[in-house]
Every structure is written in C-alpha cells, then in structure tokens.
C-alpha cells in the first residue's frame, strides 16, 4: 500500500513530494473507461435545496470520531473538514482586517462577508430559496459545495440498494470523476464566468490564484482513501490525466473569460488577470525583454503578453499523451499570441483553442497510458523548461506542480531512481519559486537539468495489477 503523502506546501506555491515504495502497490494505469455524462450543473447552480453541513455531521453519519472498518468510506469526514480544511474557515477568511480592507479599498456597499462577490468563492452562497433550514452561510465551501445540494440524494445514498450512479442521478455532484471535478475546483480556485478574482480585487489586495487539480486534490487534507474497495466503486484517475485534463479545462475556462463581454473587460482596458503580471509590473530600468520561444517569432517588445502558463502545460499535456495534436496546438496558441498583438482575430483563435483544448479532454479521458507515456511526459516537462519555456513565473510554478504530480504517477511504476534524491531536487525548485519579484529562470533551469538525472529508464510496459 501507499502510505500517507508526504506534504511540502508554502505559500503560493506547492509541490507534494513522492512516498518511498515498500511494495509496488496500486499501479493505477487507467484501462477501462465509463461512458461520459453529459456535463453536470455545479452545486452552486443546482435548483436542488441545499441541506446544510448538519445534516452530514451526525456521529452516525460523517462526525464519527474514528473511521469505520466495516464502512466503505471513513465516515469521519466531517472531523477531518471542520478541524484541518481551509474550506471550512473559507467564510471566517471575510472577517479578517485582511478582507475588510479588500472591501473597502474596492468601495463595497458591504462588508466582505456580505458582499455577493466574496461569498460566491468563499462559501456555498445558493440564493434564499434553495437554502433548507439548517443552512449555515458561515459554514463556508461546505459538504454540499463540492458534492451538490443533498435535497434528492440525502435520504437515498444511505439505502441498501444505493450507488454512485444512482447518487450522481438523484444530484450528487461527480467530485470522483478528473473533468468535472477540475470544473468544480477550477470554479472558485481560477473563475469562470459567473465569479473571477479580477486585477482590481488583487490589486486591493486578494492574493494571486495558482491551482493545478491534481497537486491541490493531494494537499487539500484528505477525507477519502483511493483503495481496492474504492476502486470497485467508482473510476481511478491517475495524477498524469488528472493533471492534463485539469490544464485542459484551464485553458478553455481561460477562453471563456477572455472571449466574455463582460468578464474580459474592465472599462477601456481588457481583465488584466489574463495577462502577465510581470509584463507590467517590473521596473524600467530591467530591460528584460528577450525574445521567448513559447510565444514564436513575431511578439514584439513592449506588448502585454497572455499569461500562459496554462498554455504552455496545454501544449506539453499534448506532445506527451497526444502528440499528434501537439504541433497544431503549439501552432494555435501561437497564433493567438499574434491575434493579440493584432495580427488576427482573436475571437476566431481563441474558439479554436478553446475546442482544441475540450476535444483534448475526451482524448485524454480514454487514452490507454503505458510507462514510456508517463516518462516521456515527465521528461517533457523538464526539457521545455530547458527550452526556455519556463521564463515567466506563473509557467515556472505550473511546472512544478506538474513535475510532482507526473514523478509521483512514475514513482509508482518504479520509474524513479532515487526518491530521495528526487524529493531534494524538487524542494530546491520549489525554493527557486520561493518569491515572484526574484524569479530567475536560469537558476530554475539549472535545478530542472539537476532533476533530470532522477528519471530512471524503465521498460515500456509493466503488467498493472488490477487494483481490484
Ligand atoms: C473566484 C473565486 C474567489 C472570489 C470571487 C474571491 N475569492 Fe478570496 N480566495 C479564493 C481562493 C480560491 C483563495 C485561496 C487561494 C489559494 O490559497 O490558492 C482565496 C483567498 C483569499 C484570502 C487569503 C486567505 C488566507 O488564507 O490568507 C482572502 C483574505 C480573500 N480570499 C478574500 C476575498 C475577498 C474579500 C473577496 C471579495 C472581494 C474574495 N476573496 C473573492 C477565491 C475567491
Ligand atoms: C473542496 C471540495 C470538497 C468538500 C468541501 C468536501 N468534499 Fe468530500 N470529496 C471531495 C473529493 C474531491 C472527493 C474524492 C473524489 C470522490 O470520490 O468523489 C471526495 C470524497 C468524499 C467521499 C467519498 C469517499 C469514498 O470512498 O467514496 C465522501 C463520503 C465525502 N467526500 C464526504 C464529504 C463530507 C461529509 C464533507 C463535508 C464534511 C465533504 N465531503 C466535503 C471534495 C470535497
Ligand atoms: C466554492 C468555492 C471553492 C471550491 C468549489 C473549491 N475551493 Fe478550494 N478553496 C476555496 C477557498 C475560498 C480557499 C481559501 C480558504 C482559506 O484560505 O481560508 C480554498 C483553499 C483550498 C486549498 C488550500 C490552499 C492553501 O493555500 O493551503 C486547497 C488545497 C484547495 N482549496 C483545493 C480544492 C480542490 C481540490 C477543490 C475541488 C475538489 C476545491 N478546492 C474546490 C474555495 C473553493
Ligand atoms: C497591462 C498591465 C498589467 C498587467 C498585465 C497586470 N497589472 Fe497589476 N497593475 C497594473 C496597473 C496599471 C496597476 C495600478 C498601479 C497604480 O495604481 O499605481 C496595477 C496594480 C496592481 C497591484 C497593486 C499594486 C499597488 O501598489 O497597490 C497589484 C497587487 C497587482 N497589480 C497585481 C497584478 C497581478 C497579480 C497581475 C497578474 C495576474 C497583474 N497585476 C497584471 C497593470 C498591470
């Protein structure tokens, strides 16, 4: 078995570090797929009635003290919610001097934990009419803010005869499932077009947003334990597809806002989160400006350039598991990189990216993975940051995400050669995160060259035992 992941989790930057192998236990390369739902409604959206945290905290239900042996699941999630996640303290975070000031200097009618725009992320903030009344606003990003409003499926998911695809029917929201998941997350953890965290708010103040779905699902203190039994019940998705198919999704929730009337603009100007801070904010006297292979030839000096560090994990998801497509979305980003410096049209290149990226997601959803994927994939990402890929910050800090989540999926195909050594080699790039201001994409070069070596050659293909 695997025992519990080790954490390395800092401020704004987080990278989880890979646990020794006692046995090659679940090796969990994604065979058998289930046919896809149509795209379901997140819980916010719901018209079900939302019960309220109560409701699941029962010491018979979720509130158990000490995990179940007979249960499927542990049954102390709620312990586990209430005491260690920041989800439970989400809406504690509006009252802080921090938040009022964000408020304020935004000229909110209201307080931060009454205004619509603050709630909507930091809590399960569902109109008046669909809020049962063991509602607790204060509750923050509740049970029922990931899993869905219960009205339908609480009294049923506890029968004899229940499922996960019954629960899914009567509203469960798929948590389990890699795409609607990275929606859910990506909802509040990036925006979409209902809620953003936009240039002015984080000019008041609100920190800047980093997430990548799989690194954020394992460090977020678990309440749920990926095993045989609940492998029989619902589908395993591996940190490689759980990671690409979350990119995806970035990049076409990315295509969504910067196409959107009004969340891709602010006044005269476009929503400024779309694009690199850095651009902007560096002093003149730098005089940085090179010229970057990941945005081609033709992106002059002195434009503000896309912030595309999604974008550039797009293309590397697709050289690793689709390489096919590989050319032409490079190709297609580049292009958009051209339309916005004014050579094109960036209405047309942006819905061409955005239908690359969601026909990517069905792609990566059923293709068959083999260790010669995983390991091309990881080594990718090293040698694009080689390649100068990495020269902007919010790339460099994707790319150690992905780094730890690839190299824990290859960890156990035994296709690390050394763990320890891999682990001190991806603290020290996460050190050379450690503040945006000082950014030095050579010194983050030099540690990728270093983490290279940890790569061990691996047969093709090794017989995955079903994990069932
Ligand atoms: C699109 C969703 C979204 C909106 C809108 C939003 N936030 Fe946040 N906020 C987040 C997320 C997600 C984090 C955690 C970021 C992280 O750690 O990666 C956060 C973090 C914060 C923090 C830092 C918390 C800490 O632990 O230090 C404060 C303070 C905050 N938000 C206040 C506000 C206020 C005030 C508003 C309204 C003006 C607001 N937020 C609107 C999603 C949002
Ligand atoms: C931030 C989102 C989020 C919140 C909040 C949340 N969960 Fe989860 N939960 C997940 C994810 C992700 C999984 C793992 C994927 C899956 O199996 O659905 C999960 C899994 C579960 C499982 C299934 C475990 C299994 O073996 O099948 C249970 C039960 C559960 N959560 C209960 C709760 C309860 C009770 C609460 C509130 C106390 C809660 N969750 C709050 C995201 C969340
Ligand atoms: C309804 C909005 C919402 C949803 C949905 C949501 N989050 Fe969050 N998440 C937040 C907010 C707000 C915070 C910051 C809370 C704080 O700092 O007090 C946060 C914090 C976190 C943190 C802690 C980060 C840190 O700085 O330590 C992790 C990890 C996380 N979320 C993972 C997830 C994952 C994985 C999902 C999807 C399964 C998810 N979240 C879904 C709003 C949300
Ligand atoms: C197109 C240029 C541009 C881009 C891109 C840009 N900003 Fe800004 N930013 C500005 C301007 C202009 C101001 C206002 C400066 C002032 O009031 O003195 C500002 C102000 C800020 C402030 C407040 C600074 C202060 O002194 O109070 C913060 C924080 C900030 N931006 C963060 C970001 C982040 C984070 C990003 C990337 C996600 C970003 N900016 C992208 C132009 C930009």
Same mark, same amino acid.
């Given at each position: 078995?695997?025992?519990?992941?080790?954490?390395?989790?800092?401020?704004? &930057?987080?990278?989880?570090?890979?646990?020794?192998?006692?046995?090659?236990?679940?090796?969990? =390369?994604?065979?058998?797929?289930?046919?896809?739902? $149509?795209?379901?409604?997140?819980?916010?959206?719901?018209?079900?009635?939302?019960?309220?945290?109560?409701?699941?905290?029962?010491?018979?239900?979720?509130?158990?003290?000490?995990?179940?042996?007979?249960?499927?699941?542990?049954?102390?999630?709620?312990?586990?919610?209430? #005491?260690?996640?920041? &989800?439970?303290?989400?809406? /504690?975070?509006?009252? /802080?001097?921090?938040?009022?000031?964000?408020?304020?200097?935004?000229?909110?009618?209201?307080?931060?934990?009454?205004?619509?725009?603050?709630?909507?992320?930091?809590?399960?903030?569902?109109? !008046?009419? #669909?809020?049962?009344?063991? +509602?607790?606003?204060?509750?923050?990003?509740?049970?029922?803010?990931?899993?869905?409003?219960?009205?339908?499926?609480? %009294?049923?998911?506890?029968?004899?005869?229940?499922?996960?695809?019954?629960?899914?029917?009567?509203?469960?929201?798929?948590?389990?499932?890699?795409?609607?998941?990275?929606?859910?997350?990506?909802?509040?953890?990036?925006?979409?077009?209902?809620?953003?965290?936009? &240039?002015?708010?984080?000019?008041?103040?609100?920190?800047?947003?980093?997430?990548?779905?799989?690194? +954020?699902? !394992?460090?977020?203190?678990?309440? +749920?334990?990926?095993?045989?039994?609940?492998?029989?019940?619902?589908?395993?998705?591996?940190? =490689?597809?759980?990671?690409?198919?979350?990119?995806?999704?970035?990049?076409?929730?990315?295509?969504? @806002?910067?196409?959107?009337?009004? #969340?891709?603009?602010?006044?005269?100007? $476009?929503?400024?989160?779309?694009?690199?801070?850095?651009?902007?904010?560096?002093?003149?006297?730098?005089?940085?400006?090179?010229?970057?292979?990941? +945005?081609?030839?033709?992106?002059?000096?002195?434009? %503000?350039?896309?912030?595309?560090?999604?974008?550039?994990?797009?293309?590397?998801?697709?050289?690793?598991?689709?390489?096919?497509?590989?050319?032409?979305?490079? !190709?297609? @980003?580049?292009?958009?990189?051209?339309?916005?410096?004014?050579?094109?049209?960036?209405?047309?290149?942006?819905?061409?990216?955005?239908?690359?990226? /969601?026909?990517?997601?069905?792609?990566?959803?059923?293709?068959?993975?083999?260790?010669?994927?995983?390991?091309?994939?990881?080594?990718?990402?090293?040698?694009?940051?080689?390649?100068?890929?990495?020269?902007?910050?919010?790339?460099?800090?994707?790319? %150690?995400?992905?780094?730890?989540? %690839?190299?824990?999926?290859?960890?156990? *195909?035994?296709?690390?050669?050394?763990?320890?050594?891999?682990? *001190?080699? =991806?603290?020290?790039? /996460?050190?050379?995160?450690?503040?945006?201001?000082?950014?030095? $994409?050579?010194?983050?070069?030099?540690?990728?060259?270093?983490?290279?070596?940890?790569?061990?050659? @691996?047969?093709?293909?090794?017989?995955?035992?079903?994990?069932?």
């Amino acid at each position: 078995m695997i025992s519990q992941f080790m954490i390395y989790s800092r401020f704004r &930057h987080r990278a989880y570090l890979l646990t020794m192998l006692t046995s090659i236990g679940l090796l969990m =390369l994604s065979t058998t797929l289930q046919a896809e739902p $149509p795209a379901p409604v997140l819980p916010y959206q719901s018209l079900h009635e939302t019960q309220g945290t109560v409701t699941c905290a029962s010491s018979l239900c979720h509130g158990a003290i000490k995990t179940w042996k007979e249960s499927n699941v542990l049954q102390n999630e709620y312990i586990t919610w209430s #005491r260690t996640d920041k &989800h439970a303290k989400a809406y /504690n975070k509006l009252l /802080n001097a921090k938040s009022q000031q964000i408020a304020k200097k935004l000229g909110l009618k209201q307080p931060a934990h009454e205004a619509k725009i603050c709630l909507d992320c930091h809590a399960h903030n569902v109109p !008046e009419d #669909r809020r049962g009344d063991r +509602f607790k606003l204060a509750d923050g990003v509740t049970c029922e803010g990931c899993h869905g409003p219960a009205e339908k499926w609480l %009294v049923t998911h506890i029968e004899r005869d229940a499922s996960h695809a019954k629960n899914k029917s009567a509203g469960l929201y798929p948590t389990s499932d890699a795409a609607p998941r990275a929606k859910l997350c990506l909802s509040c953890h990036f925006g979409n077009k209902d809620k953003l965290v936009t &240039h002015r708010m984080m000019a008041a103040g609100h920190p800047r947003m980093s997430f990548e779905l799989d690194t +954020f699902t !394992e460090i977020a203190p678990k309440h +749920f334990v990926v095993d045989k039994d609940y492998a029989a019940r619902k589908q395993v998705w591996d940190e =490689l597809k759980t990671w690409a198919i979350g990119q995806a999704l970035v990049v076409s929730e990315t295509m969504d @806002i910067l196409l959107d009337e009004k #969340r891709g603009r602010d006044g005269l100007f $476009p929503e400024l989160i779309l694009f690199d801070c850095h651009a902007c904010h560096h002093p003149m006297s730098e005089n940085r400006w090179k010229p970057k292979n990941a +945005f081609g030839a033709s992106i002059s000096p002195g434009l %503000v350039r896309l912030n595309d560090g999604n974008l550039i994990m797009l293309r590397a998801v697709a050289f690793a598991i689709e390489p096919a497509q590989g050319e032409a979305i490079a !190709e297609q @980003i580049r292009k958009l990189h051209r339309a916005i410096a004014g050579d094109g049209d960036v209405q047309t290149e942006a819905l061409a990216l955005k239908k690359m990226a /969601n026909d990517l997601v069905t792609v990566i959803a059923h293709k068959p993975l083999n260790t010669a994927t995983i390991r091309s994939a990881a080594l990718r990402l090293i040698d694009d940051g080689l390649d100068g890929y990495y020269d902007d910050y919010a790339a460099a800090e994707q790319a %150690v995400m992905a780094i730890s989540s %690839v190299g824990s999926f290859l960890n156990k *195909q035994s296709g690390i050669r050394n763990v320890a050594a891999f682990n *001190q080699n =991806l603290r020290k790039l /996460n050190d050379a995160l450690a503040s945006d201001e000082r950014y030095k $994409p050579a010194e983050f070069a030099a540690r990728l060259r270093e983490l290279r070596t940890s790569f061990a050659t @691996i047969p093709a293909s090794i017989s995955a035992p079903d994990p069932k």
